[in-house]
């Protein structure tokens, strides 16, 4: 039985590494080195792999035919302190705590739940690490966006700046323009100071996240087609269930505390002059159980198998949720990238158009330099855009359980 139950563990277990091992790209990617090496760097993850050592040894304690840890005993009686005879007694005895009928089975398929539930519960974290890594590499990609257009900004400005004075020292152009045009470059570089930060910020969280210090360029990832099946979440609701069943199964097997056989040998000696006998003897103690003893247990039981199943309730509900919000969002993600590629194209196609009316004379700074703003809100605005949908697209596949 021990071996079967050792055969079907390795079985769940090995079910779990490959429904967490599926991925929409090769293994080897860096947002799956990046899982890994949070993974590696998360205590709750390392508490839970300890655990396992608990498991196993719980599985073996219940193949145990004993109950609790077995006993000596010593005895020894004299008449010296009153006619002294001779007499004396000497008595030695072993015991142990055994299990009844159904009580070692029970134990058993407790353990053995209990080691699934723990398998369960580190795919469920995994996948919770994986959300995260997820989250914050998008941040990350965010943050570079937002740096690497207001550069861009910088970059125009700056030349729009030299063209400037170069008409103004012609005399084309008024001092104040030029002052103007100065001005818009310094406001460019505080907006990129304030990126720079703002990237530094996002780029130390996924450092302290995964101990990397190379962050990738994130890629969207393919979409799943349907959920992960079995999904982590709903896995470990499940096999919560089914210990809270096992626990209080246990506990109506246990109805007392174990019976208790013991192996005595007394050798006895009337006198002095008298030989001396020996006995075998066996004891046996058998608790018995009452109400004050059991109804904590079982009620404490059947509390945890309602909560289990509420829980259980709630995560299909909040998966199914969560699911359909995530498609919500990927399509509302890919509609705003749409409208926004739309809108930067007309804002570009807009400011060559003032700038080639600026340098004929036919505009003024202002208008140049309005246009210019929208251009680059227009293109901020294209670039975060693109990053939402490279997220909606990690959110998707993480609702529905995908593991990088």
């Not at 058998?286 to 109804?295: C, D, H, K």
């Amino acid at each position: 039985m021990f071996a079967s139950s050792i055969f079907c563990r390795l079985c769940l277990l090995a079910a779990l590494v490959l429904t967490a091992s599926i991925a929409l790209s090769e293994s080897n990617t860096p947002l799956s080195s990046a899982v890994d090496a949070a993974w590696q760097r998360s205590p709750l993850a390392r508490t839970l792999e300890a655990r396992r050592g608990e498991s196993v040894a719980s599985q073996e304690s219940a193949q145990s035919w004993i109950a609790g840890s077995p006993s000596v005993g010593l005895s020894q009686r004299n008449d010296r302190g009153s006619n002294q005879t001779g007499f004396r007694e000497t008595e030695v005895s072993v015991s142990a705590p055994i299990w009844l009928p159904g009580q070692r089975s029970a134990r058993e398929s407790l353990a053995n739940v209990s080691a699934d539930e723990l398998e369960a519960q580190i795919a469920h974290t995994r996948l919770a690490i994986a959300g995260e890594v997820r989250e914050q590499l998008w941040a990350v990609a965010a943050a570079r966006e937002e740096l690497a257009e207001a550069q861009d900004h910088q970059r125009h400005l700056e030349a729009l700046a030299g063209d400037v004075m170069r008409r103004v020292k012609a005399g084309d152009l008024a001092r104040t323009d030029g002052l103007l045009a100065q001005q818009e470059v310094l406001a460019a570089k505080s907006v990129i100071t304030a990126a720079q930060t703002r990237l530094q910020v996002s780029m130390a969280r996924y450092v302290t996240l995964t101990g990397q210090q190379s962050i990738p360029s994130p890629v969207p990832e393919l979409i799943a087609v349907s959920m992960q099946e079995p999904h982590p979440r709903m896995l470990f609701a499940h096999k919560s269930i089914q210990r809270s069943q096992a626990s209080l199964h246990a506990v109506n097997s246990t109805r007392s505390d174990p019976p208790t056989v013991g192996l005595l040998m007394r050798r006895e000696q009337d006198g002095v002059m008298s030989g001396s006998s020996q006995s075998i003897g066996i004891a046996v103690q058998i608790p018995f159980g009452t109400n004050a003893r059991n109804r904590p247990l079982e009620s404490a039981a059947l509390t945890k198998i309602e909560t289990a199943r509420a829980e259980a309730a709630q995560t299909e509900s909040m998966l199914l949720s969560d699911i359909e919000l995530a498609r919500q969002q990927l399509t509302a993600s890919e509609q705003g990238l749409a409208s926004a590629s739309e809108r930067a194209a007309l804002t570009r196609e807009h400011t060559e158009l003032i700038a080639k009316s600026f340098r004929m004379g036919e505009r003024g700074l202002n208008d140049l330099l309005r246009s210019h703003a929208l251009s680059h809100e227009a293109d901020v605005g294209e670039r975060q855009q693109r990053v939402a949908v490279g997220l909606a697209h990690a959110r998707l596949n993480q609702a529905l359980g995908i593991l990088p």
